[in-house]
């Protein structure tokens, strides 16, 4: 449900495209690991995915499910919690490892929060957590890069300036693009792997900033 509403919703907000660096998207029980710059990246992330028919579990911060509607939307969808610091936090990744050995994809965000600038510019990938690489250690699954540009546009800053730029965005039409990157096969210590997973995302990134900021200097929104 979550991706069909993405899918209806996003292009009413925004002009999204996405790019691949194969023909099919990811592959089945793939690990996506997106960058987080915005409220809104889920969503768009989400919309982009489904145009590769893939509906991913997504693992996202507790408090989601603590919201009227949402919460029961996300447990009755079978998507993940993550309990940061408590002594639950490992549960998502038994969780998470559960779903990728049905041939599902899980989506997370390596750095596991939004940054700190208020502005709607773009900035790189922050420092990276290590459950992804955690996660594929324990799994042996791909891990598939997946880099966004454009959200931070459609909704960032302080709550008013989220909600204006939200009730704005239909107008406005901000270039949102997505790109997914190669797989990316881990080995070696988590310190090392949690390091090239961020580097792919990071270009991954780069790739979007820089087809969404050709498509702006072409003329398109």
């Known amino acids: 449900m979550l991706s069909r509403i993405a899918a209806a919703t996003v292009p009413a907000f925004g002009k999204l495209t996405v790019t691949s660096e194969g023909e099919t998207g990811p592959g089945a029980g793939s690990i996506l690991v997106a960058n987080h710059s915005s409220l809104a990246d889920p969503a768009i992330v989400i919309a982009a995915l489904r145009r590769y028919g893939v509906e991913p579990v997504v693992m996202a911060a507790a408090g989601l499910w603590r919201i ?12 993940i919690a993550v309990h940061r610091g408590s002594a639950r936090a490992g549960e998502c990744l038994d969780a998470a490892a559960a779903v990728l050995a049905t041939g599902h994809c899980v ?7 939004l940054p700190g600038h208020a502005d709607s510019g773009e900035a790189a990938p922050g ?8 996660l594929a250690a324990a799994t042996g699954a791909p891990l598939v890069p997946v880099g966004q540009a454009g959200a931070r546009r459609l909704c960032s800053g302080g709550p008013v300036k989220q909600l204006a730029g939200a009730v704005t965005a239909p107008l406005r039409r901000p270039g949102l693009h997505v790109h997914i990157g ?8 988590v310190p090392e ?5 961020r580097a792919a995302v990071a270009a991954a990134w780069e790739t979007a900033v820089l087809t969404q900021s050709g498509r702006r200097q072409a003329g398109h929104p």
Request: net charge positive; aromatic share 4%.
């Open 193 to 197: 792997a949690t390091l090239r997973i």
């Open 182 to 189: 190669a797989p990316v096969h881990l080995s070696g210590p």
């Open 127 to 134: 420092p990276f957590r290590s459950g992804p690489a955690r």
């Open 68 to 79: 009227p509607l949402l919460g029961a939307a996300l447990r009755r969808e079978g998507h």
């Open 107 to 113: 989506l997370l965000y390596g750095e596991g929060r």
